[in-house]
């Protein structure tokens, strides 16, 4: 398997546990009846390390389908090189460390990270462009 591939393996490994994080938290709020049942019931709204996780989860399936999308097609046009390494691996490092920094409300710091995994995704795409 290429290398950019692993780095996606990796990354959706990453969008589980940021699926479960957010979970986990949230049922430790609600409780485990709530989050079981039909949740029909109003409640009251996440907190704030629930909310940053909820929206941590969004932002990268907001990138995640792109960069799915440019590894694939370095794959199969075989146009891997070290440039879309550098790339593949910039991107999952970013993600990765996106996480803790914006469940600990980091600003600035965290939105120079998201640039970093978006000019990860720009280094798999110059191949193939």
Sequence with gaps: M???LTMLAWTLVLALVQVLLPAVVRN?????KYQAGPRDAATAPPSRLSGRLMRAQANLFETLP???IAVLIVHVAGREN???HAGALTYFVARLVYVPLYAAGVPFVRSL?????VVGIVQILVPII
């Design 82 to 84: 070290a440039l879309t």
């Design 28 to 32: 430790r709020e609600v409780g485990l």
């Design 66 to 68: 792109i960069f799915a």
């Design 2 to 4: 290429s290398f950019e």
């Design 113 to 117: 990270v998201w640039l970093a995994s």
